[in-house]
């Protein structure tokens, strides 16, 4: 993933830090009841959340100029 230094890496970490927790634990509920029983829900659902981050990372513009960037 590129480095642009226009993106504001702490105020990221901190939202990253913040919503992680409850992502991960979303993603696993859906993977669950969406009928998929992985080897590993947790992993699956892990990636899933990373890749969430990473096109959140390549999108900051887009989310600090949202009303709501965690909504």
Same mark, same amino acid.
């Given at each position: 993933m590129a480095h642009n230094d226009s993106f504001d890496e702490p105020r990221f970490e901190a939202l990253y830090r913040k919503?992680?927790?409850d992502l991960l634990r979303c993603a696993e509920i859906a993977l669950r009841t969406g009928g998929s029983w992985y080897v590993s829900v947790a992993g699956r659902a892990e990636e899933v959340v990373q890749e969430l981050f990473a096109f959140a990372w390549e999108h900051q513009a887009d989310l600090? /100029? /949202?009303? /709501?960037?965690?909504?």
């Open positions: 919503l992680y927790p600090w /100029s /949202s009303a /709501s960037p965690t909504g």
